[in-house]
């Protein structure tokens, strides 16, 4: 107990004697990790594509070294020296037997016995030895054989297109010249094995690729399904629970998820709606009294509250429905700009909009419009001058309104989006109402997967952010 305190952590000492054993890693580690982390794909498909590519190439670069350095270079060697010792036993004869008859039946012989044509050419300078392959091992293995056993001056040539080696070995009154098949010193048949390696990887990778593609393009469609239902969109058509038992359970729980979601959305439209309708039926029964007791001075403040009262039972209802009934469209924004347009100059009020990118968005239209109609016209109650910037692209639609009016303290900014919140200073935004403006703009903007956020403005008042995709 001496080792933490009363609250279950480590003491210092601990702590000190982790660090010890467990230093941290080096910066320049954790910069490298950070930079490969970024190199990575981020997708799951070319993920998962890595995970079963990289350990067959590993293995079969593994393979191949292992196979070319203890096997294609052992039977080279091999190989080799067996035609470099029937080339040493030829030299030996040659010099034990140097009369013209027995080097004929000496050639005789190691053409009929050895594979091997020999010929004893007049003493000359040997030629010098020609360019080698990058990639040679016989004619590396050949030359320490020759060196090795035979131990005289030599020319090799193991480059030529043929299936025979020229081999010249100086001697001491001529020059022997030796022709040998290929694959008498070398290995030839040894490709076979690595392309049934290789293209053996290549058939199981592409059935695996195959079969992985299918097992991902339900966890795919779960997540094209689940960002659609984000941003307030309709379920794919095609989409249904498929692929492995994992995927189809998240797919179920998804959709089971979603109809409690519509469901509960059904039913508190329902009840408001129910609401609305009876306190309306109650409301227009207190208008009608109203209107037949006649003209009368306490009858205009109880008419006021009635519209009052009315006023906010919209407000409620509209919070409550949230346009979530609304199917997604398209909308226009250059007609929606040339509407505010239309508006400031029936306020009197300086208006500059400006707007790039494809005019047409994929929202729910009313319910969008009704977003943009609760800033803008937050902004027109408490400002001369507004500005709105809008940007689309890249299915990105990113909407700036700007004011010079008397803003909000950026403490309040976050309490403002909660509902029925007035605030006592500064502004609101529905302050004639019953403080919804900013929560169903919100709720609007979450709706369709986006956010709204408040800034200081430029001009001097607030900026208003509206970022979703479209």
């Known amino acids: 107990?001496?080792?933490?305190?009363?609250?279950?952590?480590?003491?210092?000492?601990?702590?000190?004697?982790?660090?010890?054993?467990?230093?941290?890693?080096?910066?320049?580690?954790?910069?490298?990790?950070?930079?490969?982390?970024?190199?990575?794909?981020?997708?799951?498909?070319?993920?998962?594509?890595?995970?079963?590519?990289?350990?067959?190439?590993?293995?079969?670069?593994?393979?191949?070294?292992?196979?070319?350095?203890?096997?294609?270079?052992?039977?080279?060697?091999?190989?080799?020296?067996?035609?470099?010792?029937?080339?040493?036993?030829?030299?030996?004869?040659?010099?034990?037997?140097?009369?013209?008859?027995?080097?004929?039946?000496?050639?005789?012989?190691?053409?009929?016995?050895?594979?091997?044509?020999?010929?004893?050419?007049?003493?000359?300078?040997?030629?010098?030895?020609?360019?080698?392959?990058?990639?040679?091992?016989?004619?590396?293995?050949?030359?320490?054989?020759?060196?090795?056993?035979?131990?005289?001056?030599?020319?090799?040539?193991?480059?030529?297109?043929?299936?025979i080696i020229e081999i010249r070995i100086q001697l001491d009154d001529s020059i022997l010249r030796v022709f040998a098949r290929r694959n008498q010193a070398y290995a030839s048949n040894t490709h076979i094995f690595l392309v049934w390696m290789v293209g053996t990887s290549l058939v199981l990778l592409t059935i695996a690729i195959l079969f992985l593609r299918n097992q991902i393009r339900p966890i795919l469609q779960l997540a094209e399904a689940a960002e659609s239902f984000g941003k307030g969109r309709p379920m794919p058509e095609r989409f249904q629970p498929r692929g492995a038992s994992e995927v189809r359970r998240a797919g179920l729980a998804f959709i089971q998820m979603r109809e409690r979601i519509e469901r509960q959305i059904d039913q508190r439209t329902a009840m408001l709606t129910g609401v609305s309708h009876d306190l309306r039926t109650i409301l227009t029964r207190f208008k009608l009294q109203l209107a037949l007791a006649g003209p009368k001075a306490d009858t205009k403040a109880m008419n006021q509250d009635i519209d009052d009262m009315q006023s906010m039972l919209e407000g409620y209802l509209s919070f409550a429905r949230g346009e979530a009934a609304e199917d997604s469209g398209s909308l226009d924004m250059d007609a929606l700009l040339d509407r505010f347009r239309e508006e400031a100059a029936l306020r009197s009020k300086q208006l500059k909009v400006a707007f790039v990118g494809d005019p047409t968005v994929h929202v729910r239209p009313h319910a969008f419009t009704r977003l943009l109609s609760n800033l803008v016209s937050n902004a027109f109650r408490y400002a001369d001058s507004i500005s709105i910037t809008a940007t689309h692209r890249k299915g990105v639609l990113n909407v700036i309104v700007d004011d010079d009016g008397p803003g909000i303290p950026a403490e309040r900014r976050e309490d403002v989006f909660k509902p029925f919140l007035r605030l006592d200073e500064a502004r609101n935004q529905d302050a004639s109402g019953t403080g919804l403006g900013l929560s169903i703009a919100r709720d609007i903007a979450r709706s369709h997967g986006g956010d709204i956020i408040l800034d200081d403005s430029p001009l001097g008042g607030l900026r208003a952010i509206v970022r979703l995709p479209a």
């Open 1 to 163: 107990m001496a080792d933490s305190d009363t609250s279950g952590a480590p003491t210092p000492g601990v702590m000190a004697s982790l660090r010890r054993w467990f230093p941290r890693p080096p910066r320049a580690w954790r910069e490298f990790s950070r930079s490969v982390s970024r190199m990575m794909p981020k997708g799951l498909y070319t993920r998962s594509l890595i995970i079963v590519i990289a350990p067959v190439i590993l293995l079969q670069s593994v393979l191949a070294f292992v196979f070319m350095e203890r096997h294609w270079q052992l039977v080279t060697r091999r190989l080799s020296a067996a035609v470099v010792r029937d080339i040493s036993a030829i030299i030996d004869l040659t010099e034990t037997f140097p009369s013209d008859a027995n080097k004929s039946e000496i050639a005789r012989i190691s053409q009929q016995r050895l594979g091997l044509k020999i010929d004893l050419l007049p003493p000359e300078p040997l030629l010098a030895p020609g360019p080698k392959p990058f990639f040679s091992i016989l004619d590396g293995i050949l030359s320490n054989q020759i060196a090795s056993q035979i131990k005289r001056p030599y020319w090799i040539d193991t480059v030529g297109a043929s299936n």
